[in-house]
């Protein structure tokens, strides 16, 4: 039973589950403390070592179902007619004899000893089903079947050809079968590659180029990012003279004293995060990345950091209100309509863009604030407003500028990115979802 315990291991990590090795050393105590008679103690006590959160346990319980569910073979009609016309004969194969017979149960094992045999496990494509229905049928012993289906047919013994009609009517009911096993073994050992192929594919697609129908996927991995990021970039405790007692701490450094605490250890929330202000572009070329990126800056937690919104096309506007009365998603698309904020969607103007938020926000940047640019940096060949991104960027802690189209793009037609990039530090491609992670992480990277 261990090296099925190891499969369903396996199992729950190629469905996201993970497992470490001290983990997998509990389920193995524990799998033999409460041993394999009671279906339901094992599944709960496999479930209190394995699963760590409620969505693991949704996955592992999903797993556990499919796993040790019998994998006896269907009832259905397998072609043999009645009576004692089907005589066993000591020439005939193994597998013939248990079809002939019926013997579902030994059909059962010698199909589950062959999917181990050949490793199933390693199944990883939907590509490699036909290979692996082929291969346990190989192991079962499918070519001395078809010996015997080929002889009795060319025999003139009576009862030859209805034996040999059988054994093939009888042979495409198991290899129904087996393929419908193969088809569950990759739902479990496999569906996750499937996903992880697609996730890594959007990652590297141009956000231009994402259909609506993968918004949602989307979403989801910008939340696994997120996590990831805040993880790395949540506030740390540091030590002080005051504040929260810290109370490992302070018994850890006054063991010396064998009891009393006469040193004790204080710790107390760093106060500094970033203060971000995003200005971005919501023309019909910058939409896109507009999008993910928003999703992305709003879903990290406000203890990592604090966002304010300014939106533009022919003017600005500010739209951070849109997103403190609204769910993220919904603010989003309410912003990408235009519903709740002045923007006039003509032809983009970062000129006069950045002269409103001069004019009307410029006190909200000190040196703490870093200022996040979104845009392609196609002004239409008006005035680019140079020297107001220059009076900003005296003004704060840094410009970070992120432009959708490649650097070679940058300065050809009416791109005035060349004449923004002394007053950017740094100015970075930022057109799919692994630029938008690497950029965030560097945006939540305090500097000292």
């Not at 496990?121 to 346990?136: E, H, M, P």
């Not at 079962?140 to 050809?161: A, W």
């Not at 042979?171 to 419908?180: A, G, K, T």
């Not at 490649?406 to 037609?413: A, D, L």
Request: aromatic content about 8%; glycine content about 6%.
């Amino acid at each position: 039973m261990e090296r099925t315990l190891i499969e369903f291991i396996t199992a729950l990590r190629r469905s996201g589950v993970r497992v470490s090795v001290s983990e997998t050393l509990d389920a193995f105590r524990t799998a033999e403390l409460v041993g394999y008679g009671n279906r339901e103690l094992l599944k709960d006590a496999l479930a209190a070592t394995l699963a760590k959160s409620l969505p693991e346990r949704e996955t592992f319980l999903s797993c556990f179902s499919c796993f040790f569910s019998r994998n006896d073979l269907s009832e259905t009609d397998w072609g043999l007619p009645d009576g004692d016309e089907l005589e066993l004969r000591g020439e005939d194969a193994p597998l013939s004899q248990m079809l002939l017979s019926g013997n579902l149960p030994g059909l059962s094992m010698s199909m589950m000893n062959a999917s181990r045999n050949i490793d199933l496990t390693a199944i990883r494509f939907f590509t490699q089903k036909s290979f692996y229905v082929r291969k346990i049928l190989n192991d079962m012993g499918l070519e001395r079947l078809e010996q015997d289906i080929r002889r009795l047919k060319k025999s003139d013994h009576p009862g030859s050809k209805e034996k040999g009609d059988a054994l093939e009517n009888a042979r495409q009911r198991l290899f129904e079968n087996v393929r419908d096993f193969v088809e569950k073994q990759y739902d479990l050992f496999a569906r996750s590659v499937s996903d992880e192929l697609i996730e890594n594919y959007l990652k590297e697609i141009r956000l231009s180029n994402v259909e609506r129908r993968d918004f949602q996927r989307m979403q989801v991995i910008i939340r696994r990012m997120v996590k990831r990021l805040q993880d790395r970039h949540s506030r740390r405790r540091k030590k002080a003279k005051k504040g929260r007692l810290d109370f490992r701490k302070t018994l850890r450094d006054n063991t010396v004293y064998q009891g009393p605490l006469f040193d004790l250890r204080w710790k107390t929330k760093r106060i500094e995060r970033p203060d971000i202000v995003a200005i971005c572009d919501l023309s019909r070329s910058v939409e896109a990345v507009a999008r993910f990126m928003l999703l992305f800056l709003y879903s990290l937690n406000e203890a990592v950091a604090r966002i304010r919104t300014f939106v533009f096309c022919s003017n600005l506007a500010e739209a951070s209100p849109i997103f403190e009365e609204y769910e993220v998603e919904e603010a989003l698309d309410r912003l990408l309509r235009g519903v709740g904020v002045p923007v006039m969607f003509g032809r983009t103007d970062y000129g006069r863009a950045l002269r409103d938020f001069e004019d009307g926000w410029i006190d909200t940047i000190t040196k703490k604030t870093t200022v996040l640019v979104l845009g392609d940096a196609r002004s239409n060949f008006g005035d680019p407003g140079t020297d107001v991104l220059k009076r900003i960027h005296h003004r704060c802690k840094r410009v970070l500028w992120l432009n959708p189209e490649p650097p070679s793009f940058w300065g050809t037609g009416d791109s005035e990115m060349k004449r923004y990039l002394p007053f950017c530090r740094p100015a970075r491609e930022c057109s799919t979802l692994s630029h938008l992670e690497r950029v965030v992480d560097v945006l939540l990277t305090v500097p000292r």
